[in-house]
């Protein structure tokens, strides 16, 4: 089993920036992807960023050029750096590490989420 801790959520005024922190314990495995996802009443649980062990990363169209996802595959952390943040991304934010098997199935594991709310 792996834990999903995570930090950095809080009240941003628009414009301004964020730094989300997902640290996984130990897990004697390697997580073949890490990522953010976020969800809200008005929306349904959304990608947001996602990075894989060799660096590849996917983004969601509205957070390119604004968000930044980082990953320490030594440490099992990834970051969401998030600049220039708008009302529109005010969520829950959840850290998601995925577990890839030989056989190609694919294991999810969550955190519990963290409140980003971007208002003046």
């Known amino acids: 089993q792996v834990q999903l801790v995570e930090s950095g959520g809080g009240l941003v005024q628009p414009g301004g920036s964020l730094k989300l922190s997902c640290a996984a314990s130990?897990?004697?495995?390697?997580?073949?992807?890490m990522g953010w996802y976020r969800q809200s009443p008005e929306k349904r649980r959304e990608l947001v960023a996602t990075?894989?062990?060799?660096?590849?990363?996917n983004y969601l169209d509205s957070v390119k050029g604004r968000f930044t996802i980082s990953r320490d595959n030594a440490k099992n952390t990834v970051d969401l750096q998030m600049n220039n943040l708008e009302p529109e991304d005010t969520a829950v934010y959840l850290c998601n590490a995925v577990r890839r098997f030989i056989s190609g199935i694919e294991t999810d594991y969550w955190g519990q989420g963290t409140q980003v709310t971007v208002s003046s």
């Open positions: 990075v894989t062990s060799t660096g590849r990363t």
């Open positions: 130990r897990s004697g495995f390697a997580l073949y992807r």
